[in-house]
């Protein structure tokens, strides 16, 4: 049974949104990690990129798989998780741990559009 | 049934159609439609025997001339040791498919982890794939993988001095792709780097190709180009005749950031244009957005160091319309072809070679100018092919070559011959090529 | 037969010193490539003598498993047997040895077997008329949604940027048509595995530039309603493109050009029997419907008289070039070499004894792996894994287990639809009983799989490599020899 943790956003492409403040950090669900398998590389985008809600702003890939990151919130990359570089199993310890990025937030009014932790956790039962 | 390829007897098809619940072959379609159905007969030949067989394709090779070849342009005649076609033609080589299933298939992933280890030692650069289909599309992948490693770019320029063959290539892809090709004008039959550096200056632009040595032969000087590509963030790509490596200043050694080419230069037959091998090699850096095949070395649960596909995340199988490429096969013969031709030539063989069909050109090259009959297109140094200017009637004099059994250089302008030559010729042929365009003056 | 010396790499064999070659003596007096030109150190090529080259690749080819060796039931690849007449043909050196760009008079003979093989493929397909330029089948692919999108460009009907596939196809449907700059929409299957109509018609619409389709699909049912579907394309203005993947099955049956596809590529290397090589090179020659010949690319033969000529330009205002010759020239000499071979006579029989031996051995195992789509099939079927899942063995450790029994292993979850597919192809070449012996095979393994399941788990145990860890393998990718010895 896949992790939810509560008090993050979540979208329907099984990313979380973590706020602090103004900014976000983003990464992968519980959920998402376990239906990639080993991951193997993590593609993220480079600080000062502007990522926009609903646009890739990067890619996890396993073995087998590969899977497009969509961004729930648009806003300016402040910083990536260097640590994700060489050792990208860390989504496979802990995906909430390991976030993939942190994001300036442009609008935080997008938040409003995502899940909590129990409807993403329906999501889950569903799928 | 009583033909070779096809082992059921009749008793045989009744009965596996019995047990598979049908009464006769036609009921295994019953879920076509009659109306396209095809109830006719195909207009092709009778079968033919082999020996029919044979006895036809010796007439039709009758109608084929086999030429002392002094045209390049993209194929060149160099040789062939014997040891390649023999091993290539090994059946568990030849028969087998993708090697996907890696514990039955260490013969092709090994060979293709060398022909990546050869082809980057050859190119300078870190790493490569599993071959393209030839030169001119491996340029024209590398043009879409500049355009996905860059960002706000759409356009791509190619110097006027790539094989024009090559050009339409990319022209193509772009054209249906959507992205611009714009060319940098030559100087003297080489790159103009001043218009390049004004134009990348402008921005927009993912990527810089350029040839080496180029269309018409000529050994550019691409002192400065990585830079000032790389300056605007744009992608340096240098395509090369892969035999001329062995001695030129490599691609890894200009600062491309991806090196392509054909590798039919590496002692692959004519065969009218195909198969040959197209490479690939680029930084570490953009390993992950090189379109096709890459093989890596793992181990297995014994312990063996053993080799597989891998990064395949990029591909086509996995990543659908977002991979990196849509190639699937490729030239994976071809490239055994290169590696077992590298393993014989080895380190020294492969300079040997460069070095005779160097020597050759500018033999033949000083012989004809020495003739008073040509004179020299562009004041360039070149490699083992040169464009020369002849002041008689070109088509005449080719056709006298041809006379004599000479496929002698490619027209490439109203007054201009394109000679190619390679450690194949030797100075006997040369000089009857000589004497035979001094006799045509007379 | 796997010597542990020369089973190293060839650079672990290489002594400095040693050669394995002979080149002429240098008869023209030495020219010095400019310094500034030259590459400052050799490249580091392995140094060998000839044996050691020969016996090393010999041992190479001794972990290899190709059509000669055994029964490959690899799906959608149709790995059928490649005749040793065509390897001969193709070697001929009034062919091998020919410049592409000699002039028409000195090789009339090539350029009729050019000319001659493209009017054997309109004969099998029913198309007007065929590039044999396409280096490969995806390059096939990508070709014919040029010439589609060059087609609709003509007309100036430039807001067709759309390419409908249906969700069981190829993985290199979709990603040729992002090269070729256009949208892809995905298109359902029925329960019952073919194209759901309905979900087809209300995505037609004046944006679709073509529907891409297999037939038989990648289930290896033959898609029924495809009078239909192409009635409602042609109507909404698009062009029906056919995935000759499949189209073995379909000979002496069934033409794409009846079907009424307008456009289609041939698998040269799976349909007319060329040799997979290890992954190429194949061929993908491209038909056309009459009036798209002139979206064809260049260059291309034609005959006038008694006479074949290469045609550069085809006067429209842009001309398709996939490649800077004729394409893979020696592979399609193969393919017409099989094509003379069989005649107009047995290649009737082609599909038929294929699609023979499919149900033959779905038949023969449906009781004990799931057969989830129950009709007739025809070149291939899918199972999805064994029936019982009680006992945890998958369809990759069933796969890995045939390698044991001296099988390669069937295509395996793919197409997507299923989670343990399994496809299976059988050509025509494969006899009663090679396939019983198969049947029992995995009839065997599905028996283990209860008994001793651990064995089929960890299988493959005789082969010369084990299982292999392709997650170290991406993660610290390891890619040339340098990076290996550092």
């Known amino acids: 049974m896949a992790k939810v943790i509560e008090g993050l956003f979540y979208s329907e492409s099984h990313e979380y949104v973590k706020v602090e403040g103004d900014f976000a950090y983003v990464g992968i669900t519980d959920y998402a990690q376990h239906a990639l398998g080993n991951v193997v590389y993590v593609d993220m985008p480079e600080v000062d990129d502007e990522v926009e809600a609903d646009e890739d702003f990067g890619a996890v890939e396993s073995v087998k798989a590969a899977s497009d990151l969509i961004s729930p919130v648009s806003g300016t990359v402040v910083e990536v998780n260097e640590a994700l570089e060489d050792k990208p199993e860390l989504l496979n310890e802990d995906a909430f741990e390991n976030w993939i990025m942190k994001v300036q937030l442009s609008d935080k009014s997008e938040l409003d559009a995502l899940m909590d932790a129990t409807a993403y956790e329906e999501l889950c039962n569903k799928e | 049934m009583n033909f070779k390829f096809f082992p059921h007897t009749k008793e045989e098809i009744e009965q596996m159609l019995k047990q598979a619940g049908m009464n006769s072959l036609d009921d295994l379609y019953a879920d076509v439609p009659e109306q396209i159905r095809f109830r006719g007969e195909y207009d092709l030949p009778e079968p033919m025997s082999e020996t029919e067989i044979r006895s036809l394709f010796e007439k039709l090779g009758e109608k084929n001339r086999r030429l002392t070849v002094f045209a390049g342009a993209g194929c060149y005649d160099h040789y062939t040791p014997a040891v390649v076609p023999n091993i290539i033609s090994r059946s568990e080589f030849l028969t087998s498919y993708t090697p996907y299933q890696a514990e039955i298939s260490q013969g092709t992933l090994h060979y293709i982890f060398e022909y ?135 691609p890894g050694e200009w600062g491309a950031d991806v090196a392509v080419g054909d590798g039919q230069s590496v002692g692959i037959p004519m065969a009218f244009g195909g198969p040959s091998v197209g490479y690939m090699c680029c930084t570490e850096k953009l390993m992950r957005k090189m379109p096709g095949r890459i093989v890596g070395k793992t181990v297995d649960n014994r312990g063996q160091r053993v080799f597989v596909l891998t990064l395949q995340a990029r591909e086509q199988h996995i990543r659908r319309q977002k991979a990196t490429s849509n190639i699937c096969s490729n030239e994976s013969l071809m490239a055994l072809f290169v590696t077992i031709y590298m393993s014989v030539m080895g380190k020294e063989g492969v300079k040997e070679a460069a070095q005779i069909s160097y020597d050759g050109a500018h033999y033949l090259h000083d012989a004809l100018i020495a003739t008073d009959l040509f004179s020299n297109k562009y004041e360039r140094p070149f490699f083992n092919e040169f464009c020369v200017k002849y002041n008689g009637d070109v088509d005449r004099l080719q056709q006298r070559f041809i006379e004599n059994g000479i496929l002698g250089g490619v027209k490439v302008d109203t007054d201009t011959l394109m000679f190619a030559v390679t450690e194949k010729r030797t100075k006997e042929e040369i000089d009857k090529l000589v004497n035979i365009a001094k006799e045509e003056k007379l | 037969m796997n010597n542990r010396l020369y089973g190293n790499l060839i650079f672990e064999l290489s ?139 003509s007309r100036g009907d430039l807001k067709r940027t759309k390419v409908i596939v249906p969700d069981s196809a190829h993985g290199t449907n979709p990603a040729s048509a992002a090269v070729c700059g256009l949208e892809i929409v995905e298109v359902k299957s029925t329960a019952q595995g073919v194209v759901d109509v309905n979900d087809l018609r209300g995505l037609l619409d004046d944006t679709v530039a073509a529907v891409m389709m297999t037939n038989p699909n990648t289930l290896g049912l033959f898609e029924r309603e495809i009078p239909e579907i192409q009635k409602l394309v042609h109507e909404c203005g698009g062009l029906m493109y056919y995935d000759g993947a499949n189209l073995n099955p379909m000979l002496g049956v069934c ?232």
């Open chain 2, 116 to 250: 990546q280890s050869m082809m980057a030692e050859l190119t300078g650069m870190d790493v490569s794939n599993a071959s393209m289909y030839d030169g001119s599309t491996a340029t024209a992948e590398a043009a879409i993988m500049a355009l996905a490693s860059t960002k706000k770019t759409d356009t791509v320029l190619v110097s006027a001095s790539v094989d024009p063959k090559v050009l339409n290539v990319v022209k193509t892809y772009a054209h249906f792709h959507g992205f611009n090709v714009e060319l940098i004008p030559e100087n003297d039959g080489a790159t103009d780097k001043a218009h390049m550096d004004a134009r990348l200056e402008k921005g927009g632009v993912a990527g810089v190709i350029v040839q080496q040595p180029n269309y018409h032969g000529i050994v550019e000087d691409f002192t400065g180009f990585a830079d000032s590509c790389h300056a605007q963030k744009s992608l340096f790509i240098v395509n090369s005749v892969a035999a001329d490596l062995a001695l030129l200043k490599t």
């Open chain 3, 255 to 486: 033409r794409p050009g009846d079907m009424g596809f307008d456009v289609m590529h041939i698998n040269l290397h799976k349909t007319f029997s060329t040799p997979h090589g290890g992954g190429g090179p194949g061929s993908g020659p491209v038909g056309v419907r009459k009036g798209l010949e002139q979206f064809l690319p260049v260059p291309k033969v034609e005959k006038v008289g008694d006479r074949y000529r290469i045609v550069t330009s085809n006067d429209q205002n842009f001309n398709v070039h996939v490649g800077e010759f004729f394409g893979n020239y020696a592979v399609m000499l193969r393919a017409y070499t099989y094509i003379l071979t069989l005649g107009k006579e047995h290649i009737r029989m082609v599909g038929p004894l294929a699609t023979l031996n499919a149900n033959y051995i779905k038949e023969a195992l449906k009781d004990v792996y799931e057969l989830p789509i129950p009709t007739v099939c025809k070149h291939e079927f899918v199972f999805n894994g064994l029936k019982d899942k009680s006992t945890g063995v998958t369809t990759m450790d069933v796969a890995k287990r045939l390698l044991d029994y001296g099988y390669h292993a069937p295509t395996i979850y793919f197409p997507l639809l299923f989670h343990e597919a399994m496809m299976i192809e059988p050509t025509e070449n494969e006899s009663k009983e090679t396939l019983d012996e198969f049947i029992a095979v995995l009839r065997k393994i599905a028996e283990e799989a209860k008994a001793t399941p651990e064995d089929v788990k960890t299988a493959p145990h005789n082969t010369p490599t084990g299982r292999v860890d392709d997650v170290l393998a991406a993660k610290q990718p390891i890619l040339t020899w340098k990076q290996l010895s550092n």
């Open chain 3, 15 to 153: 002594k400095p010193g040693r050669r394995g070659y002979s080149l002429p003596k240098n008869e023209f007096g030495h020219h010095e490539v400019p310094a500034k030109m030259r590459r400052n150190e050799d490249a580091k090529l392995p140094e060998c003598d000839e044996l050691t080259v020969v016996r090393h690749y010999t041992n190479l080819s001794a972990n290899n498993f190709g059509v000669n060796n055994g029964f490959y039931p690899l799906g959608s690849c149709t790995m059928k047997y490649n005749p040793i007449i065509n390897e001969e043909i193709a070697a001929l050196p009034q062919f091998a040895a020919l410049h592409p760009l000699q002039p028409e008079d000195t090789c009339q003979g090539a350029l009729q077997v050019y000319y001659d093989m493209q009017k054997a493929l309109s004969a099998i397909t029913g198309l007007e008329e065929f590039t044999l330029n396409p280096f490969a089948g995806a390059h096939g692919e990508l070709t014919g949604l040029m010439i589609i999108r060059a087609y609709h460009q």
